[in-house]
């Protein structure tokens, strides 16, 4: 279980407080939920020096040698979750009355798809998770070194001590907020990210390998 201070900073020798301000965003409501990302670039320096100033963040990060970055606190909100799918959807369990509205939403004329991917997620956040998918108010954001191949177009498989570490933060957050399996989600399969919504997935098939899921 994680310990932390009152301004919800880690205390734990694997852990390693490098806050940054600026992607701490407001106070966080209950977490429910995990959210595994991909920086897009080779080092976790050149993450955290671009974390100074840029507003979006997660509050881990991993590093290419497998090194926990806490990030910003436990209490507050990262800007770390996109533009959002609607979950009913990819799971072919919508209302009729939800099916409607999200399609209504989606052909939209003169609507600019990122503005209706926008309001999509305006849609999805009136919803109570699970019922949707996470989102900055409830879940915890979890950044991992690795780039995405210029062939395949997706993100590299984490290297073993990345995994490590990974297992060990998920297992502790697991534990410190009641979670389950169920609850740990990759960025791209959730929101509009990359291309082959790769972003994360690796990682967490990884994860779910490890618990013989």
Known sequence: ???????????????????????????????????????????????????????????????ETGK????????????????????????????E??????????????TSWGKRFRLVTRHELKKDYPARFPHNKDSLGVEIVGVVSNE???YEIPNKLQLGSLFWLLDEIILTYGLTLKDIFSHGKIAHKDKKKSEGASALKAYRISKAV
């Open 97 to 110: 009355e939800d099916a409607k509205a999200i399609e209504s939403i989606l052909h939209k004329k003169n």
């Open 68 to 95: 926990i970055y806490q990030t910003a606190s436990l209490k507050k909100q990262c800007w770390h979750v996109g533009k959002l799918y609607a979950r009913c959807r990819t799971t072919s369990s919508c209302t």
């Open 1 to 63: 279980m994680l310990i932390s201070d009152e301004n919800g900073y880690i205390k734990n020798i694997k852990v390693n407080n490098e806050t940054r301000p600026a992607i701490e965003h407001g106070l966080i409501g209950r977490v429910n939920s995990i959210v595994l990302h991909r920086t897009g670039s080779g080092t976790a320096t050149s993450v955290l020096n671009a974390w100074k100033t840029k507003k979006e963040g997660t509050h881990f990060l991993i590093s």
């Open 152 to 154: 395949r177009e997706v």
